[in-house]
């Protein structure tokens, strides 16, 4: 399977640890994405990578966020002392080329905070 | 602010019956729309993107149509398999995309 893949697809944590997720997207893409979708929302922009270089970075994302892209491959999206308000699905998405054409999903990780 | 409004939130449709799932929008400057499918605990898997007013798309039993102001998303004869929440975005002057709350399609066989 060539997708975007993440790991871990599940993720329990108790309220103030950190935790980590990873995104590999499809190969050669570009542009690397990540969101968050609530139940019953649509998903949510959070940050978006070309190569290395974070470019965009959403409201959304308070100071206890923070993702990487270090050699323009995989990502990884950190949360630093959760919260039950982070409790969520955070889906990673890739595209390719210069215009922002079709982004592609993976299946996303599910973090639930106790 | 950009904006994508889906109606209805929840349809149930008989295996067959035809039907249309609305999406309206407000953008600076429309540089693409976007329809998704996604199903329970996945990620949304993409089915097409529509660029201009006039513009529609085929997909099997699915239809994707463009005006200036909305989008339609036609299903021709359902099938179960059909079940499923399809959700609606647009990417404006910025970079990300802003995704409608989704419409939960049901076939019934």
């Known amino acids: 399977d060539t997708g975007v893949s993440q790991d871990p697809r599940h993720k329990i944590t108790k309220r103030g640890q950190n935790v980590t997720f990873r995104c590999d997207p499809i190969?050669?893409?570009?542009?690397l994405y990540w969101y968050r979708q609530t139940l019953g929302q649509g998903p949510e922009f959070l940050t978006y990578?070309?190569?290395?270089?974070?470019?965009?970075k959403s409201r959304l994302l308070s100071d206890r966020f923070s993702a990487e892209r270090p050699k323009g491959s995989f990502s990884t999206l950190e949360i630093q002392r959760t919260e039950q308000g982070d409790s969520a699905m955070y889906l990673c998405?890739?595209?390719?080329?210069?215009?922002?054409?079709?982004?592609?999903f993976g299946p996303g990780t599910r973090l639930t905070v106790l | 602010e950009d904006q994508v409004t889906q109606s209805p939130e929840a349809l149930r449709l008989q295996e067959g019956e035809s039907s249309s799932l609305n999406c309206s929008y407000t953008?600076?400057?429309?540089?693409?729309l976007f329809w998704y499918r996604q199903d329970p605990g996945k990620g949304p898997e993409f089915l097409f993107t529509?660029?201009?007013a006039g513009e529609e798309k085929e997909k099997e039993r699915l239809k994707a149509t463009l005006t200036k102001k909305e989008s339609f998303l036609h299903i021709t004869a359902p099938k179960p398999e059909d079940s499923a929440t399809y959700l609606c975005a647009v990417r404006g002057a910025t970079n990300k995309l802003i995704f409608g709350t989704g419409t939960l399609l049901a076939v019934q066989p």
């Open positions: 529509l660029y201009s």
């Open positions: 998405a890739s595209s390719f080329g210069t215009s922002h054409n079709e982004q592609f």
């Open positions: 990578f070309q190569n290395e270089a974070q470019l965009e």
């Open positions: 190969s050669e893409h570009n542009r």
């Open positions: 953008v600076s400057g429309l540089r693409g």
